[in-house]
């Protein structure tokens, strides 16, 4: 049995438990089909998913999600990587998220402070493994979060240890404690 290239790479990102929503897309480098014809998110949306990218991961020594224009990148994602159901799935989600977040809270989740905008997104997380449907995009949110964050410049130059000019292969190095990933 012969195997091409791309089978390869769908077997490793499922054995290594890449379950990214879109996955299939970027490996196949085909559109989804079924897709939101003229899915538009606007001004405020992508202000909150700066906000929600940077809860997720906040500024620290390194800058956030949200220095990285994350918002923007989700969007590009959701709109030219997922699928018609999942695209209805990503939209309704965020539009729970705004709206029970008001209910609880009182406030905006823009206008939340860090710690409020936490402890929801980690119910949120819980609540999705407790098998509730509508939290599932927590999971979009993360997946995404972290793809954009750690493929942006922000994130590969100065979170992740980057080498622009490797020299040998080297196939196992040994990181000591408090040294950063090698970005690839």
């Given at each position: 049995m012969s195997i091409n290239r791309r089978d390869a790479l769908k077997s490793m990102v499922l054995m290594m438990g890449g379950t990214m929503v879109g996955s299939t897309a970027i490996l196949t480098g085909c559109a989804p089909e079924n897709q939101i014809?003229?899915?538009?998110?606007?001004?405020?949306?992508?202000?909150?998913?700066?906000?929600?990218?940077?809860?997720?991961?906040?500024?620290?020594?390194?800058?956030?999600?949200?220095?990285?224009?994350?918002?923007?990148?989700?969007?590009?994602?959701?709109?030219?990587?997922?699928?018609?159901?999942?695209?209805?799935?990503?939209?309704?989600?965020?539009?729970?998220?705004?709206?029970?977040?008001?209910?609880?809270?009182?406030?905006?989740?823009?206008?939340?402070?860090?710690?409020?905008?936490?402890?929801?997104?980690?119910?949120?997380?819980?609540?999705?493994?407790?098998?509730?449907?509508?939290?599932?995009?927590?999971?979009?949110?993360?997946d995404l979060t972290v793809l954009g964050y750690f493929t942006s410049e922000i994130g590969a130059t100065q979170a992740l240890n980057f080498v622009e000019v490797p020299g040998r292969y080297d196939g196992c190095i040994p990181l000591k404690d408090g040294d950063k990933a090698y970005a690839i």
């Open positions: 014809e003229g899915l538009n998110f606007s001004p405020e949306d992508i202000a909150l998913l700066d906000e929600i990218g940077d809860t997720i991961i906040p500024d620290t020594d390194t800058p956030g999600a949200k220095a990285t224009e994350i918002g923007a990148f989700i969007v590009m994602m959701v709109k030219d990587t997922y699928d018609g159901e999942n695209q209805k799935a990503f939209v309704s989600g965020i539009n729970s998220l705004r709206s029970n977040f008001k209910s609880e809270n009182g406030s905006s989740f823009e206008d939340a402070s860090s710690e409020d905008r936490l402890a929801f997104l980690n119910k949120m997380k819980a609540d999705a493994d407790a098998g509730t449907e509508e939290a599932k995009v927590i999971y979009m949110l993360k």
